[in-house]
């Protein structure tokens, strides 16, 4: 699994120029499932997640608070081109993405695992659907995780 992970004031995704998913100050996860992947990824990218401290702390002190610490929200949007190479050519190759039926499954496990984890309010993107995504980074803090 691969996760994009954006430090954001806010951010949403939208389907056919709807909003299907809209957050605060917390995370937007870009997830793609590779194949061979398993639920015991998704569970150690998701203990990663709710832990990693890149919030200040209340007396200034830099990555001091962790998601769960300041109270923040999730946005989960599946983003299989994350999967795709260039070692070869100017077209991206995707194979090493999971099936796609594979795929919705953990997708879905991350999701639920973020919320049994604690996080106040995790919203997602539309599994499958073209997308678009509107974000005010924070910081810019970026990170890519992998397992």
């Not at 061979?36 to 401290?53: I, M, P, S």
């Not at 993107?125 to 995504?133: H, K, R």
Request: aromatic residues 6%.
């Amino acid at each position: 699994m691969r996760i994009i992970l954006q430090k954001v004031t806010q951010a949403k995704v939208l389907v056919d120029e709807k909003i299907i998913g809209q957050i605060d100050a917390g995370y937007l996860l870009l997830l793609c499932v590779i194949g061979g992947d398993t639920r015991e990824q998704a569970d150690k990218l998701a203990d990663k997640v709710v832990n990693v401290r890149l919030f200040d702390g209340e007396d200034g002190k830099i990555n001091d608070q962790s998601l769960l610490g300041i109270g923040g929200e999730a946005l989960v949007v599946s983003q299989f081109t994350l999967a795709g190479r260039l070692e070869k050519g100017n077209r991206p190759d995707y194979t090493q993405s999971a099936d796609p039926k594979i795929a919705k499954e953990l997708y879905e496990y991350f999701i639920e695992q973020l919320k049994i984890r604690g996080v106040k309010k995790v919203e997602s993107g539309e599994f499958g659907a073209y997308m678009n995504v509107d974000l005010t980074n924070d910081g810019p803090v970026t990170l890519m995780l992998e397992r």
